[in-house]
C-alpha cells in the first residue's frame, strides 16, 4: 500500500505533537504534591486521615497524599507520646505541613522583561527577622498547614522567564534558615 505526500506529512505532524507532548509531561510540568516538612533536630511519628504511621526525621521532608477539603494527622514524639491531633483544610493541588511549628518565610519572586526588581521591591514593607529588616515583603508562616505558594521547598524558582510581555510574580515557601541564606545571594544591595 502506498502512502500519499500529504497522509505521510499527517502521520509526521501528529507524532511530533505526540513527542512534544511526551516530553513536556515527563521533563517540564510541574509536579503537583504534598510534602510533612521537619527543619526541627527532632523526630516525629505521624499519622495521616487514619493511614499508616510514618516517620520523619531531622532536617527530613515527606511526599504525602492528602485529599481537598478536611484532613486530619496525628503527631507522636520519638517516644511514640501524642504531641497533638489536629485537623486542617486543603484547598489547593501542593501544599506544606509543619508539624514541628517551625518558621518558614514564603517569598515573591518578581519575572518579566526588564523587570526593575529594585524599584518593586523597595515600594513593599519590610518584614522584621531576629531584629534585622529584610525586604520584599516576605511572608512569615509557622502554623500546622499551608498552600498560599506556587514553589515547595524542594524546589527552586524558574531560572527561565517564561513570559517576556509582561511583569508576573511566583511564590516560593522556604525553611527560616534556606530563606536567609536565598536572601544573602540573590538580594545584593
Known amino acids: ?25 515527563l521533563f517540564l510540568a510541574k509536579k503537583n504534591y504534598y510534602l ?7 523526630t516525629f511519628y505521624f499519622n495521616i486521615n487514619n493511614g499508616e504511621e510514618k516517620i520523619i526525621t531531622a532536617g527530613q521532608h515527606v511526599k504525602v ?4 477539603g478536611k484532613n486530619e ?14 485537623s486542617f483544610t486543603v484547598n489547593k493541588v501542593r501544599g506544606l505541613v509543619n508539624i514541628a511549628h517551625q518558621d518558614y518565610y514564603i517569598n515573591e519572586q518578581f519575572y518579566g522583561y526588564g523587570v526593575n526588581k529594585d524599584s518593586l521591591i523597595a515600594t513593599r514593607r519590610q518584614t522584621n527577622i ?19 505558594f506556587y514553589y515547595n521547598i524542594d524546589e527552586d524558582y524558574d531560572k527561565v522567564v517564561k513570559n517576556v510581555q509582561k511583569t508576573e510574580s511566583r511564590t516560593k515557601i522556604f525553611r527560616k534558615t ?7 545571594e540573590y538580594y545584593q544591595f
Open 1 to 25: 500500500m502506498k502512502i500519499s505526500p500529504s497522509t505521510k506529512g499527517l502521520i509526521i505532524s501528529l507524532l511530533t505533537v505526540i513527542f512534544a507532548f511526551g516530553i513536556y509531561f
Open 36 to 42: 510533612v516538612d521537619n527543619p526541627s533536630d527532632d
Open 65 to 68: 497524599d492528602l485529599k481537598k
Open 73 to 86: 494527622i496525628k503527631v507522636f514524639d520519638a517516644e511514640k507520646k501524642m504531641l497533638f491531633d489536629s
Open 130 to 148: 531576629d531584629g534585622k529588616l529584610y525586604v520584599n515583603a516576605p511572608v512569615r508562616f509557622n502554623k500546622l498547614y499551608t498552600d498560599d
Open 178 to 184: 534556606d530563606f536567609l541564606n536565598y536572601y544573602k
